[in-house]
């Protein structure tokens, strides 16, 4: 796994740097999207290319990593309006181009069976975009969670309940206790996976995810069996890595035509 410390603009800039040049030398890649509140600079500069620069989004398609069970089709908080208003209707992204595991669907088990035979009808993601949860879990696959889990319904636990309220207006009750996420499995077999990390409240998850044994207690750990995984991580969500100096001078010492 590479780790790239760095301010949070730089680490942006990274980022978008990787989706730009994808973009360019594929126009129609497959992007993976994931909400929360860390890809949200990375996506301002993504609109911010487009709009200036020129990015076209235009043939590529997206799917997004979760969605909430039950919040109703307008609720700002449904995953699917988040990815919308926070990127997708601010790109030239074609419409029906971005899916979204179906939160509302009647028969959970065939949306999310659906939703991975969609993932893999497009050949599968090029590039994925990750959070990290307090507690380890990726999408939402919360401590626990299978190696090999693919798209499925989740109970949240009550420390991501907690740490997502504050998009409920603070009120732990408005927070679903359900949700559908890509699994373990699905995320992994995204090509190239850039995880975004800032806060000192990620320290813990981020030295778990790069130095901890692999576990299902931290299950973004698994993402060290993966061969193509990039950390943008700040300086407060690096600030209990081990071998934080050792990060810095490998990518200082990195040849800048490499990319990530
Ligand atoms: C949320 C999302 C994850 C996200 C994580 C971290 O619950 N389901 O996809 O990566 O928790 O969120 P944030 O970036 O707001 O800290």
């Known amino acids: 796994m590479e780790v790239v410390i ?4 730089e680490l942006t800039g990274l980022a978008a740097d990787t989706i730009e040049a994808l973009l360019r030398s594929r126009p129609g890649a497959v992007l993976g999207l994931a909400t929360g509140s860390s890809p949200l600079p990375l996506y301002d500069e993504l609109v911010r290319r487009h709009r200036e620069g020129g990015l076209s989004f235009a043939r590529a398609r997206a799917f997004t990593l979760d969605e909430y069970v039950g919040l109703p089709p307008e609720h700002p908080q449904r995953y699917r309006n988040v990815i919308a208003r926070e990127l997708t209707e601010r790109v030239d992204l074609a419409p029906g181009a971005v899916q979204g595991p179906d939160g509302l669907a009647e028969d959970i088990t065939a949306a999310c069976t659906a939703y991975e035979d969609a993932i893999a009808g497009v050949g599968g993601i090029d590039l994925q975009i990750l959070g990290i949860g307090t507690d380890g879990h990726v999408g ?17 636990t009550e420390q991501t309940r907690a740490d997502n309220a504050r998009f409920f207006g603070g009120e732990l009750d408005q927070v679903p206790q359900h949700c559908l996420t890509q699994g373990l499995a699905t995320i992994m077999s995204a090509r190239h996976i850039l995880l975004i990390a800032s806060g000192r409240a990620k320290a813990d998850a981020v030295h778990q995810l790069v130095e901890g044994p692999v576990s299902a207690m931290w299950p973004a750990t698994i993402l060290q069996h993966h061969p193509h995984v990039t950390a943008l991580v700040d300086d ?18 990195k040849p800048a035509w490499q990319g990530l």
Request: no cysteine.
């Open 236 to 253: 407060a969500a690096a600030s209990r890595l081990q071998l934080a100096d050792y990060y810095r001078s490998t990518y200082a010492a």
């Open 140 to 156: 939402f696959n919360e401590p626990g969670s299978s190696f090999a889990s693919r798209t499925r319904i989740k109970t949240l």
């Open 6 to 9: 760095a301010a949070p603009e």
